[in-house]
C-alpha cells in the first residue's frame, strides 16, 4: 500500500512547494522595489485647529466618519508578508498577472475586493490575463463599478477572454471609450454581427463613432 500511495503524496507536494516559492518570490520583489516617487508634505494643519465661523458651525450635521478598509489579501500569498505599502501592493498585484494562474485569480480577486483606486484597477487588468473560474464573475462586478477606469479595465479582460456577453453589454456603455473597447473586442471575437445589432436604430456621436472605426477596421 504505501508504494502505491507516495505517488499521490509527491503530486501534492511539489504544487505546494511551487506555491510557495512564488509567493515568497513576489513579495520579496514588491519588497525591494523602487518606489515611485510621493509628495512631501511639509505641514498640516490639525481639523481641530481650524476656525470655523458661527454659520458654518450652525451648518454641522454630525460627525464625518472615514472607513479604511483592511487589507489581507498579501497574507494569502506569504502569511509573514507584513504590511505592503502601495508600490509594493503594485508589483504583486502585476506580478500575479504575468502568473495567470487559477491560484493567482483567487488572490487578484480578493484583492479587486479590498483595494480601491489605481490598486483596484491594477487588479482587474492582472485577472483580465488570468485564467480560473472567478475571473469571468469578478469581471462583470468590476464592470457594475460607476468608475470609468474600472470599467474599462473590466472589458479589456473581457475582449481578452472573448466574454461576448459583456462585451455585447458594454457596446451600450455611457462612455465612449468604454463602448469603444467593447467593439474592438467583438471585432476582436469575428462577432461584426452583434455590432451592428446593438448600433441598429442609433444615430447618436458615439454610434457613428464606432461605425467609422469598424469601417477603418474592415
Not at 480577486?109 to 482587474?124: N, P, Q, S, T
Not at 461576448?164 to 465612449?176: F, G, Q
Request: glycine share 10%.
Amino acid at each position: 500500500m504505501l508504494a502505491v500511495q507516495l505517488p499521490h503524496v509527491g503530486e501534492l507536494i511539489v504544487p505546494g512547494i511551487l506555491f510557495f516559492v512564488i509567493g515568497i518570490g513576489l513579495i520579496a520583489i514588491a519588497q525591494f522595489w523602487p518606489e515611485s516617487g510621493k509628495p512631501v508634505v511639509t505641514h498640516v494643519t490639525p481639523v481641530e485647529r481650524i476656525p470655523l465661523g458661527a454659520r458654518e458651525a450652525g451648518e454641522q450635521t454630525g460627525a464625518v466618519v472615514h472607513v479604511t478598509r483592511s487589507i489581507s489579501w498579501p497574507t494569502l500569498l506569504d502569511r509573514d508578508a507584513g504590511e505592503l505599502d502601495e508600490a509594493e501592493r503594485r508589483v504583486v498585484l502585476d506580478g500575479l498577472g504575468i502568473v495567470g494562474d487559477g491560484w493567482s485569480s483567487e488572490i487578484l480577486a480578493k484583492a479587486f475586493d479590498e483595494e480601491e483606486g489605481e490598486l483596484r484597477v491594477a487588479a482587474i487588468e492582472s485577472l483580465g490575463r488570468s485564467e480560473g473560474e472567478i475571473v469571468a464573475p469578478t469581471l462583470e462586478r468590476a464592470y457594475a463599478s460607476y468608475v470609468v477606469a474600472e470599467r474599462y479595465a473590466a472589458i479589456d479582460g473581457a475582449s481578452r477572454r472573448g466574454d461576448i456577453a459583456l462585451l455585447e453589454r458594454a457596446l451600450r456603455d455611457t462612455d465612449e471609450t468604454v463602448a469603444l473597447a467593447a467593439a474592438y473586442g467583438l471585432h476582436r471575437a469575428k462577432r461584426d454581427d452583434l455590432i451592428e445589432s446593438g448600433l441598429a436604430g442609433r444615430d447618436d456621436v458615439r454610434a457613428n463613432q464606432i461605425r467609422h472605426v469598424l469601417t477603418i477596421l474592415a
